[in-house]
């Protein structure tokens, strides 16, 4: 398609790339909707481009400058947040036909892993909300009829004790009814008593860690009885208590050792005592 542009004589820069002059070309091929810039830079600089088509469509519309002023210091803010490493260029097709990029997390047996460790806070909440909410739009819609299971580090940034906004409500939605529409919220954070109280208590299986004592005092707790509270406060690496309805007593359960290094070092170190076990044995040591 792009050969046959450029015999055609419509490909005026024959350096661009070729993606951006298939771009350039869908806009100027005469359709009502503009291209979609290729990031969030691209938009911001079309905006500001007061010769642009851009702007001349938004002028055509009668969208006053102010208000595309205010949306471009909203752009730049958003930029500063890392929300452009959110921007998804879409493929392009010089026919006019898009299709929508999203991410298929709903097959069965399928599990999705979704990495915002790059993305500043703000982005990160935003990527989360995101997608909670679109599982509960399909789960109310009956779109997808299978079980999701939802596993979150960190609870306590998105679903704090104390505000939390918008996405906080997010949360206490998913633990007060996403049972009843088989959502099952899985969050890991190292202290019950930093995450807001009504999505702590609808935790159905409750699972502790190792705690400071001083923690183990808060109301979070007070489903342990005063024995498995001590107990909580030593114990080792690997073990923890769980506490489910279903069980008439907290059980505690050790996770072993893995059989693989969890450390670069790690095989060193477990190498010397492998030896250290030959000598003993074969010189009765």
């Not at 202290?191 to 699972?207: F, M, N, P």
């Not at 005063?226 to 279903?246: C, M, N, T, W, Y």
């Amino acid at each position: 398609e792009y050969q046959n542009l450029l015999q055609r004589g419509l490909i005026k820069d024959r350096e661009l790339p070729i993606s951006q002059a298939l771009r350039e070309q869908f806009v100027r091929m005469g359709n009502r909707f503009l291209r979609i810039p290729s990031s969030l830079d691209a938009l911001i600089s079309d905006l500001k481009d007061e010769e642009g088509e851009m702007r001349k469509y938004l002028q055509s519309e009668q969208i006053q400058k102010q208000t595309i002023n205010m949306l471009i210091r909203r752009l730049k803010t958003a930029q500063k947040m890392d929300f452009d490493r959110l921007w998804v260029e879409p493929p392009i097709n010089p026919h006019g036909t898009w299709s929508e990029y999203r991410i298929d997390w709903n097959h069965p047996g399928r599990i999705t892993v979704i990495d915002i460790s790059k993305l500043r806070s703000r982005a990160q909440a935003f990527v989360v909300g995101a997608v909670l909410s679109e599982v509960m739009r399909e789960k109310e819609r009956k779109v997808f009829p299978e079980p999701v299971f939802i596993f979150l580090d960190e609870l306590n940034k998105y679903a704090p004790r104390h505000g939390g906004g918008a996405l906080a409500n997010i949360f206490r939605d998913i633990a007060e009814r996403g049972r009843s529409f088989r959502v099952i919220l899985i969050g890991a954070e190292q202290t019950a008593s930093e995450v807001d109280y009504r999505v702590i208590t609808q935790a159905a299986t409750v699972i502790v860690g190792r705690q400071k004592g001083a923690e183990l005092l808060k109301p979070e707790y007070s489903h342990l009885a005063e024995h498995f509270k001590k107990k909580a406060s030593l114990l080792r690496q690997g073990e923890v208590i769980v506490d489910q309805p279903f069980l008439p007593l907290p059980l505690t359960v050790k996770f072993p050792l893995p059989a693989w290094c969890t450390r670069e070092d790690g095989w060193e170190q477990r190498e010397d005592e492998r030896i250290k076990e030959i000598v003993e044995r074969e010189f009765n040591l």
